[in-house]
C-alpha cells in the first residue's frame, strides 16, 4: 500500500540552525501539507502545497518557514533559524486531487529537537 | 478562531464493549470529517471519513454526522486492546485544504 514517508526520523539541532525537513508524498497525490504537534498539544496545520505553490498556511507559517518542492518526489520544509519552541514532531500529509476525495494521509514524522 | 471540541478522556471500556467518541465543532461551513487513531509517539492514522449526515459503516467502525447539532461521532464495536489510543477528529471547512484537529480523546481497552 502506498505511504508518504519522511526523512530524518529524528533531527536534534541548535537554536539559530537551519533545518529541512524531507517528506516523499504517495505519488499519484497533488496537495501536500505541513502540520506539526508539540508534545502533549494538537496537530496544528502549517502549510498546504498545490500545483507548485503555497495554498494555504497558518499564522504558525512565518518568514523563518519555508517550503519547496524541487523535483518530482521531495516535498521540503526549510526552518531558516530554529528556535526552541520549534521543537515539535513535524507531520507531512498527502492526498490525491481535492476533487475525488479530501482523504489526507499521514507520514510517520520528524521529530525535531531544538537545544 | 474555529474550534474542535474533543473529550480528553480517558475513555475505559471492557473488551468486546462499544466504546463512544465524541466531537463538536463551531465552524457551521464545515463540510467533511475525519477520524483519526494515533498510538503514542506515532503519527495520525486514517479510520473514517464521513461528508453527509447519517452513518457510515466501515468493519467495527461507524461515523455519525450531524451537522444541524455540529456534532461528529465515533463508534467502535466489539473493542479490542489493540484499539487502545488517542482518537482524533479532524475537520475540513468547505473552501480550505486545512484540517483542524481536536485535542483527542484517549481510549483504553481492558481486558
Known amino acids: 500500500e502506498p505511504e508518504v514517508t519522511q526523512t530524518p526520523s529524528h533531527q536534534v539541532t541548535q537554536m539559530g540552525q537551519e533545518v529541512i525537513l524531507r517528506c516523499v508524498p504517495i505519488?499519484?497525490?497533488?496537495?501536500f501539507y505541513w502540520y506539526r504537534q508539540i508534545l502533549g498539544q494538537k496537530v496544528e496545520f502549517l502549510v498546504s502545497?498545490?500545483?507548485?505553490?503555497?495554498?494555504?498556511k497558518s499564522e504558525i507559517f512565518d518568514d523563518q518557514f519555508s517550503v519547496e518542492r524541487p523535483d518530482g518526489s521531495n516535498f521540503t520544509l526549510k526552518i531558516r533559524s530554529t528556535k526552541l519552541e520549534d521543537s515539535a514532531m513535524y507531520f507531512c500529509?498527502?492526498?490525491?486531487?481535492?476533487?475525488?476525495?479530501?482523504?489526507?494521509?499521514f507520514g510517520p514524522g520528524t521529530r525535531l529537537t531544538v537545544t | 478562531q474555529k474550534e474542535v471540541e474533543q473529550n480528553s478522556g480517558p475513555l475505559s471500556v471492557p473488551e468486546g464493549a462499544i466504546a463512544s467518541l465524541n466531537c463538536t465543532y463551531s465552524d457551521r461551513g464545515s463540510q467533511s470529517f475525519f477520524w483519526y487513531r494515533q498510538y503514542s509517539g506515532k503519527s495520525p492514522e486514517l479510520i473514517m471519513s464521513i461528508y453527509s449526515n447519517g452513518d457510515k459503516e466501515d468493519g467495527r467502525f461507524t461515523a455519525q454526522l450531524n451537522k444541524a447539532s455540529q456534532y461528529v461521532s465515533l463508534l467502535i464495536r466489539d473493542s479490542q486492546p489493540s484499539d487502545s489510543a488517542t482518537y482524533l477528529c479532524a475537520v475540513k471547512a468547505g473552501t480550505a485544504s486545512k484540517l483542524t484537529f481536536g485535542t483527542g480523546t484517549r481510549l483504553q481497552v481492558t481486558l
Open positions: 502545497f498545490y500545483n507548485n505553490e503555497i495554498s494555504e
Open positions: 505519488s499519484n497525490h497533488l496537495y
Open positions: 500529509a498527502s492526498s490525491e486531487d481535492p476533487g475525488r476525495t479530501y482523504e489526507q494521509y
